[in-house]
């Protein structure tokens, strides 16, 4: 499986229903490729639906160009989760333009976290279509850059019900940019680092790039829903440590926001060879779904 995350450099380094194109069913999902509009331009994308389905998530990228995650979005509807995926802005059959490291532009510019903020704001609602009279709760699932753009969504709609957030960070992306450029992609970097001194760098570093920072914090300090971040403590893009002391500031508060760190993982916490974050991920959602739907029928 191959879910993208940021780039090693310069990163994220993070509604109109047109006709089915595709038809497909397995035993137990039933596959719908989808088009939708989202600030005028045609997204592409496809839904899968299991049998009597728990929950319905919409999955937000990271910051490479990737097409719709379908071995993730399969593994999520095996779980009873229902899924949207889509092709990213300028990718596959999307239309619009991506903006990224690989074109020579900057895509954790404000003006492209929001843009990509609207797309999954018009991919719930697209889905939301598919629930009309049922108490479906839908969330956002997200990787790596996703950690800026889903609280932004989040706050666009009152309909997201809930996140899960894989590796995604809660600094901001300047203070990203200066931790991801002192690891400089050393997978060894932690046997010859300490958290103070990568926390250092991280908040008084220069920067090599000037831009208006996003940060992650505003959005989620207007946010009252369930969240829950993933998070391997081996990551080089992100300094993790910094981003769960940042959540408890959030805990505290009384926020609905819960973390899980594995000890042996790096940045890739969706990885095929160790299940456990997805597993983690699929009970949190069943359970706050239960807990949502059960709030809903006691009104």
Not at 121 to 146: C, D, E, H
Request: charged share 20%.
């Amino acid at each position: 499986m191959k879910i993208k995350f940021c780039s090693n450099f310069f990163i994220g380094i993070l509604l109109i229903s047109l006709p089915f194109s595709v038809f497909s069913q397995s035993t137990d999902i039933v596959i719908q490729d989808i088009k939708f509009e989202s600030q005028g331009i045609t997204l592409a994308g496809s839904v899968l639906i299991p049998k009597n389905p728990l929950a319905a998530v919409v999955i937000v990228h990271g910051s490479d160009p990737v097409k719709r995650e379908m071995e993730f979005a399969k593994r999520m509807a095996k779980a009873g989760i229902a899924v949207l995926t889509y092709d990213k802005r300028g990718v596959g059959e999307s239309g619009g333009i991506y903006v990224g490291p690989s074109v020579g532009t900057n895509n954790i510019d404000t003006t492209n976290l929001n843009l990509l903020s609207h797309d999954a704001n018009s991919a719930v609602n697209t889905f939301r279509t598919y629930w009309k009279g049922k108490k479906m709760p839908i969330g956002l699932v997200g990787f790596s850059q996703a950690g800026w753009i889903i609280p932004m969504a989040a706050n666009k709609n009152s309909h997201v019900a809930f996140m899960v957030l894989f590796s995604c960070p809660t600094i901001t992306t300047l203070e990203q940019l200066r931790f991801q450029f002192y690891t400089n992609g050393n997978n060894r970097f932690w046997e010859n680092h300490t958290e103070e001194d990568a926390r250092e760098h991280t908040k008084n570093d220069p920067d090599k790039y000037q831009f208006v920072a996003t940060d992650p914090k505003i959005s989620l300090n207007k946010l009252s829903i369930p969240v829950l971040w993933l998070f391997g403590e081996k990551d080089i893009q992100i300094p993790v440590k910094l981003c769960i002391e940042q959540l408890n500031t959030f805990k505290v508060q009384g926020k609905p926001f819960e973390y899980t760190l594995f000890s042996r993982l790096g940045h890739n916490t969706v990885s095929d060879h160790d299940t456990a974050p997805f597993d983690i991920s699929i009970q949190w959602i069943k359970q706050k779904t239960l807990n949502i739907k059960k709030a809903k029928d006691s009104k």
